[in-house]
């Protein structure tokens, strides 16, 4: 059996821990023989190869009386950059067992599961149902919304430094005044409305005026401005940073992607860049 999981980019902007989009990365979970205990073979650094590898971990929170089996796991999400790579391994984990065990869970069933792991629907909801997912986890329920992503190139540039998501959260004010609350509020509602009438133009303008995370965040990632410069000289829609960094998004129409990423390229900057497309699938499972 193969189970696979798709990258994803998280807030977009103003989406602040409910919107996310799968994206064209992908992990992949062979499940191979039954075994004495759990082997998770991978190449992954500082990742556990046994029954405390986050995989087998969050099976364990489904139902713990799965049979421990041989698992082979490959992965071309980076660890630790903003592109859900810990939310694809729990999304992973829940459908282990619900394969394994039979559970027969629904998707919402998956995401509420997955939302309480994880904290918020934003990484995992896309990785599970695939496309533009807004959602929200208020009092212990999650409602989410699961619609197409406007033609465009997500362009990616992936810095060859991590970022963890409790630093960049540390960076963040623990409150924000009424006024500017109300007004942040509004810039990622038409952001989002902009974005499910196929406006990626209007789109474009309010992901990047953002004032719940990025004005904060984009200080840690010294690529950032560089990037963002260069993507409105060449007439992209926006900048953003995915997840909680370091990886910076530029979203653009798709006949300027080339000339994007040469001209990205040739800031010889201290990672890669990488052309992205939406996943429409989400979670995959093949017998």
Known sequence: MKIIIPATSANIGPGFDSVGVALSKYL?????????KWVIEHNLEFVP?????????????????????????????????????????????????????????????????ATEIEGHPDNVAPAIFGNL???????????AVVTDFPEASFIAFIPNYPLRTSESR?????????????????????????????D?????????SDMFHEPFRQLLVK??????????????????LSGAGPTVMVLASKDKEEQLVRAMEALHLDGSVHQLQVDT???????
């Not at 089996?69 to 619900?98: C, F, Q, W, Y």
């Not at 559970?103 to 069933?109: G, Q």
């Not at 990626?200 to 990047?208: F, H």
Request: net charge positive; glycine share 6%; proline share 4%.
């Open 49 to 113: 190869s046994d029954e405390n590898n986050l995989l087998i971990k969050t099976a364990y929170k489904v139902t713990p009386n799965l049979r421990p089996h041989r698992i082979k796991m490959t992965s071309d999400i980076p660890l630790a950059r903003g592109l859900g790579s810990s939310s694809s391994v729990i999304v992973a984990g829940i459908e282990l067992a619900n394969q394994l065990a039979d559970l027969k869970l629904t998707a919402d069933e998956k995401l509420l599961k």
């Open 133 to 143: 997912v807004i959602s929200s986890y208020v009092n212990k329920k999650v409602q």
């Open 28 to 36: 992949t979970i062979e499940v191979l023989e039954e075994t004495d």
């Open 281 to 287: 699938k989400g979670i995959q499972v093949f017998p």
């Open 200 to 208: 990626l133009q209007k789109a474009g303008q309010l992901i990047q």
């Open 170 to 198: 540390g960076v963040l004010p623990s409150q924000m005044g009424y006024k500017k609350a109300v007004a942040a509020s509004a810039i990622a509602n038409v952001a989002i409305a902009s974005l499910m009438a196929g």
């Open 223 to 240: 690529e950032f401005y560089p990037i963002k410069q260069l993507a409105q000289e060449q007439g992209a829609y926006a900048t953003y």
